[in-house]
């Protein structure tokens, strides 16, 4: 593993409501190093993609403070942790989040494209090959099934070579067999690539393929491990 690419310490997000005070995260810690795999594990409600958004600097802690490829995201304002997110993240999502106006292959071009790559139409076709959508290119989003609609989303989050690619429940809305082909798929980008992963999920075997896991219960961190 590489130096540190994601720090927190001491984490805490607070909402307040009608009835007082909920304390979604409480004093959270942890580091990342680059290449690493790490999966957040615990119940609905334990805080976990809220953890996954103050670490990827969709949203500021209460308390603490994030720290992503030597940037610190809470001593930014949010265009500049746009700015940091767009140099250095990728994203999968649990419902896909394609772009249903654009083909298969202009999903996985548009993040190519917004770096300013001149070779974005090639590197899109090779990653929707490397994933198994070589006969797809043309087809849009809703004339694709949900395990193609991930690989899609796959293609797309690795083509910008993002130093840490975090998803939330990559394989929740996907059946068995189509949530381990995506896994297998997500794991072989991870080495090929050397991205560093951070994972939300529910499931024990996705958690398991993760060099690391962390479990939550009630915004706090109750324990950790290594696989």
């Known amino acids: 593993m590489g130096a ?6 001491n984490l805490s997000k607070v909402v307040s409501g009608a009835e007082g005070d909920l304390h979604i995260l409480q004093a959270l810690s942890l580091e990342v190093a680059a290449g690493d795999s790490l999966a957040i ?28 490829a030597g940037q610190v995201l809470t001593d930014l304002n949010e265009d500049q942790r746009a700015q940091v997110r767009a ?6 999502f649990q419902s896909f989040q394609l772009l249903e106006t654009l083909t298969a292959l202009e999903n996985v071009m548009l993040p190519l494209e917004l770096h300013g790559r001149a070779d974005a139409r090639t590197q899109a076709t090779q990653l929707l ?13 809703r004339q694709l099934s949900g395990g193609e609609q991930q690989r899609v989303a796959l293609a797309r989050a690795f083509a910008a070579e993002p130093a840490v ?15 381990q082909t995506i896994t297998d798929l997500l794991f072989t980008l991870n080495r090929e690539r050397g991205t560093t992963l951070v994972l939300v999920t529910h499931d ?14 009630a915004g706090q961190l109750v324990a950790t491990g290594a696989n």
């Not at 490397?130 to 989003?141: A, N, T």
Request: aromatic share 4%.
């Open 4 to 9: 540190s690419i994601l720090t927190a310490r």
């Open 41 to 68: 594990v615990g119940a609905s409600g334990s805080g976990k993609s809220t953890l996954l958004g103050l670490l990827a600097g969709l949203d500021q802690p209460s308390e603490g403070d994030v720290t992503l």
């Open 87 to 92: 140099g250095n993240v990728g994203f999968v």
């Open 129 to 141: 090959q490397r994933v198994g959508l070589g006969e797809r290119l043309g087809h849009w989003p």
């Open 165 to 179: 690619l975090f998803a939330d429940e990559p394989t929740g809305n996907l059946d068995t067999h189509t949530g």
């Open 204 to 217: 024990e075997r996705l958690a398991q393929r993760c060099r690391r896991w962390i479990r939550l219960e």
